[in-house]
Each structure stands twice: as C-alpha cells, then as structure tokens.
C-alpha cells in the first residue's frame, strides 16, 4: 500500500521525500524514524517521524549550517 506512512517502508519514504522538498529549496533539516510499537487502536505496528522543524517549518538554510560548521572548525596551519 503506497499510501502507508505508519509502516517502516511508508515511513521512510515519507522522510526522504519531505527532506528532498526542503532540500531542493535550500532548507536542512533533521528527521528520525521512531518505531512507535504496537497500537491497539490501530491493531498494527507504527513507526513516527521527529523532526527538528518547528510549526511545519525548518529552523535553519543549509548555506547557514555549512558556514557555521567551518567558522566552528577552523583550519590549522602546518609548520
């Protein structure tokens, strides 16, 4: 079933595709799958999406991140 976010496959297909939508957009974000377990009013396993987004929205510009990561390591000379 295609349409099956709450599987494992489902799940994860709809972590790549949110991630490539933000992506293409220049956004980074970061999204864990969480296996939720059992769930007697589903009478079937689930797996959740997290995200670091807030309100549907990405917190950070991937440019952003990539230069925060060099300013936070920079570079050391060689004698």
């Not at 864990?32 to 990405?58: C, E, H, I, Q, Y």
Request: aromatic share 6%.
């Amino acid at each position: 079933m295609e349409a099956d976010y709450c599987s494992t496959d489902g799940a994860r297909r709809l972590k790549m595709r949110i991630e490539e939508f933000w992506r293409d957009r220049g956004f980074s974000l970061d999204i864990k799958l969480v296996d939720a377990g059992f769930m007697a009013a589903m009478r079937s396993a689930r797996t959740d999406l997290r995200s670091d987004m807030v309100n549907g929205l990405p917190r950070r510009r991937a440019q952003r991140e990539a230069n925060d990561r060099a300013a936070n390591h920079p570079m050391t000379e060689v004698a």
